[in-house]
């Protein structure tokens, strides 16, 4: 349940300055308690555009770190210190279930995509009354690419931004991504399960090495993401749209950033040389690949932040 990929060569003569930021917890209140995340928020600005930072499947927090990886590459906590760098406040938060907000959860059994959209859409209902902020913008990574279609609908933002969110639905993402990896074996059970899903059935039988995948508790969440395919969602949004995607992403591949941009013409889309999955550059080697999911040393794309930066001053200030 993960995602996406994008081409540009810069020449940097020297380090961009650092501008001076702050950083404290923020809490969003729901009926099952409250969602924990961090502000980070220039000094000296006021009235700044906020970017909503949305992770990815998974346990994965507001970091960009997941609990089923040894270590932590702190992407989207370095997403947030480039934006603040360029003078743009942002939020990121520990989705329900995950660090901070695993009391918030209920049982995975009880979890919908949906409520990860609702509580998208109220993070950013209470970004827009927030009188510190001149406007807000929404970003997903991954799976929140999809997030922040939906809530964006729920609740009007000056822009959105998608990084290495797929176009097509979950189902055939999947699809591609076992493709030619499962034994012979598994192949055709893999696939009665997902026509299974699509159909909104939940299924009993499942494989033990498809368990991972597809077990009985995490059907139900399954069948409620299959309902929403992302090139259709794109197509409904009326604000600005900025697609950015890596093309040594081993997730899915820069196909559905295109497949993206060709639902919605007049965005924008940049596929960044170098820039895989995790924001980081490294080249298309397994071994550097999968290292760089937990190696906070590595910082993310310098490219990223520029197209992002370049996107969010063309907008019209309100």
């Not at 760098?85 to 695993?102: E, H, L, P, T, W």
């Not at 995509?113 to 991954?142: I, N, P, Q």
Request: charged fraction near 20%; glycine fraction near 6%.
């Amino acid at each position: 349940m993960c995602s996406v990929l994008t081409v540009s060569i810069a020449v940097f003569c020297a380090p961009p300055a650092q501008a001076a930021s702050t950083e404290r917890g923020i809490s969003l209140a729901t009926a099952n308690g409250e969602i924990q995340g961090s502000l980070l928020q220039p000094e000296g600005k006021e009235k700044v555009p906020v970017v909503l930072i949305i992770a990815g499947s998974g346990p994965t927090n507001r970091n960009g770190n997941s609990a089923g990886l040894p270590g932590n590459n702190n992407s989207l906590k370095m997403l947030a210190e480039g934006l603040a760098n360029q003078g743009y406040a942002s939020v990121r938060f520990d989705k329900r279930g995950v660090g901070d907000s695993a009391a918030v959860a209920t049982t995975e059994s009880a979890i919908r995509f949906e409520t990860y959209v609702d509580d998208a859409a109220a993070w950013l209902k209470m970004l827009k009354a927030d009188t510190r902020f001149s406007d807000v913008v929404v970003l997903g990574h991954s799976e929140g690419s999809l997030i922040a279609m939906l809530a964006a609908q729920q609740v009007p933002v000056s822009a959105l931004v998608s990084v290495a969110g797929a176009g097509s639905n979950l189902a055939d993402v999947l699809r591609q991504q076992l493709y030619g990896k499962l034994p012979p074996d598994l192949v055709k059970p893999n696939e009665d399960i997902l026509q299974a899903l699509q159909a909104g059935k939940t299924t009993a039988s499942v494989p033990p090495a498809l368990q991972f995948l597809y077990r009985e508790s995490v059907q139900p969440y399954l069948i409620s993401q299959f309902r929403f395919t992302p090139v259709q969602e794109i197509r409904k949004l009326t604000m600005p749209v900025l697609i950015l995607q890596g093309d040594t992403d081993i997730q899915v591949d820069r196909s559905q950033a295109e497949a993206l941009k060709a639902a919605k013409p007049d965005a924008e889309l940049h596929i960044i040389s170098g820039m895989n999955h995790v924001l980081k550059m490294v080249q298309a080697d397994a071994k550097k690949q999968m290292a760089s999911y937990f190696d906070p040393t590595l910082p993310i794309s310098p490219e990223l932040i520029r197209h992002l930066s370049a996107f969010l001053q063309q907008l019209p200030r309100h």
